[in-house]
């Protein structure tokens, strides 16, 4: 991907989203020796660890208009979460999905009532909700840190794209979010919230 002709604009969104990361405090530097005593401490419980450090994966694509031209360059950033380990760095995975009746149901009742509706999309949604486990990463190619030494790892403080559970996380954060708010999921559908 980054020997094609628009290999400058890749690069300048694979800065633009390091740069994200760091902004959201997505992750932060550690002693090895930290990730080594925490992995000792699972494997004398008797913890089976097969992967210390998860890897980065940069995910890229190029993003169009309807019209099919050209609009950007994106650069994601991604875990490759086929090396997670179940009871180990995630457990739960389920988060619930807006029925299409509710969403429907919704729509009929602004138009009934001539209510304005809008739709909402959360830049960098995922990374936004903190993640419950520890968990180390290996850098992915174009990642440049400035550590002290080699002997510094990465430790996740938040979730990134490609988690088995992200959806979860996120789900928990957005719902935390909203009761905070003073809103209040319907019994219907958990995903549909109200406020009185």
Not at 83 to 90: P, V
Not at 118 to 131: E, G, M, T, V
Not at 164 to 182: I, N
């Amino acid at each position: 991907m980054l020997q094609k002709p628009d290999r400058d604009e890749f690069e300048a969104a694979m800065e633009k989203e390091v740069q994200h990361m760091f902004g959201h405090e997505v992750w932060e530097k550690v002693p090895r020796s930290e990730m080594l005593e925490y992995y000792t401490t699972l494997r004398r419980m008797g913890i089976d660890v097969k992967r210390k450090q998860l890897m980065l994966i940069w995910s890229f694509k190029r993003k169009r208009h309807a019209d099919g031209t050209l609009s950007k360059h994106n650069a994601r950033l991604c875990c490759h979460g086929g090396q997670q380990q179940w009871g180990l760095n995630f457990y739960e995975t389920y988060a619930p999905v807006v029925r299409w009746a509710s969403v429907r149901t919704m729509m009929v009742m602004s138009k009934i009532y001539h209510l304005n509706t809008r739709s909402i999309n959360f830049a960098l949604a995922y990374p936004q909700a903190a993640i419950k486990t520890k968990i180390y990463l290996f850098l992915a190619a174009g990642i440049i840190i400035n550590v002290d030494g080699k002997d510094m790892v990465l430790k996740l403080k938040k979730n990134i794209y490609g988690f088995k559970d992200v959806d979860r996380t996120w789900w928990e954060h957005l719902s935390a979010g909203l009761e905070s708010m003073g809103f209040k999921q319907c019994n219907s559908d958990q995903c549909v919230w109200k406020r009185e």
